[in-house]
T-cell receptor, first 116, second 114 residues
């Protein structure tokens, strides 16, 4: 149990295009999901908290118009990187809490984004 | 604001030996949760162990155990009988409660010598 998937696992896009990353909880419902960004050999940086049926809460310094988050159902949250630029190239990871133990987060496998 | 500190960037251990990874944190809360996550080269974050602050008993999961010192705000991870598959980056993390964001330490890279 407690499986979180992400799609795609890797994406390469041209500068100026938009990319959508999906995060799904496969065997549980998640009212809250989290999106992180990670640079090589570095820690995870929280970008935003995604709440089902309401607007996401963004961390300070994260551009909400650039990183659009939608949590349309209890099993799906999406992160759209709009007008991507090479500096947006990174590893993006989502996580979700499970059932009554929502104090514990389980992570998706991550998405490697490369912007050319 | 809560902070999590992992001061050792790298450690190495001989296979079958024991290693301890250090973590300290700062919070004004009395009830919270602490975690150790493992990130192998695949970059999939894997939960290693979880500790509830109100529990005095140290959590254990097979070869993994913690030394939780609440007054000292210390939360170290001990890996016994180290295996080659334990080689990874390990992150200490703090959460104030359900559906709350995690605060991560900088991580420590553990290598295991055969």
């Amino acid at each position: 149990g407690a499986v979180v998937s992400q799609h795609p696992s890797r994406v390469i896009c041209k500068s100026g295009t938009s990319v959508k990353i999906e995060c799904r909880s496969l065997d549980f419902q998640a009212t809250t999901m989290f999106w992180y960004r990670q640079f090589p050999k570095k820690s995870l940086m929280l970008m935003a908290t995604s709440n089902e049926g309401s607007k996401a809460t963004y961390e300070q310094g994260v551009e909400k118009d650039k990183f659009l988050i939608n949590h349309a159902s209890l099993t799906l949250s999406t992160l759209t990187v709009t007008s991507a630029h090479p500096e947006d190239s990174s590893f993006y990871i989502c996580s979700a809490g499970v059932g009554v133990r929502t104090d514990t987060q389980y992570f998706g496998p991550g998405t490697r984004l490369t912007v050319l | 604001a809560q902070t999590v500190t992992q001061s050792q960037p790298e450690m190495s251990v001989q296979e079958a030996e024991t290693v301890t990874l250090s973590c300290t944190y700062d919070t004004s809360e009395s009830d919270y949760y602490l975690f150790w996550y493992k990130q192998p080269p695949s970059r999939q974050m894997i939960l290693v162990i979880r500790q509830e602050a109100y529990k005095q008993q140290n959590a254990t999961e097979n070869r993994f155990s913690v030394n939780f010192q609440k007054a000292a705000k210390s939360f170290s991870l001990k890996i016994s009988d180290s295996q080659l598959g334990d080689a990874a980056m390990y992150f200490c993390a703090y959460s104030p409660g359900a559906n709350s964001k995690l605060t991560f330490g900088k991580g420590i890279t553990l290598s295991v010598r055969p």
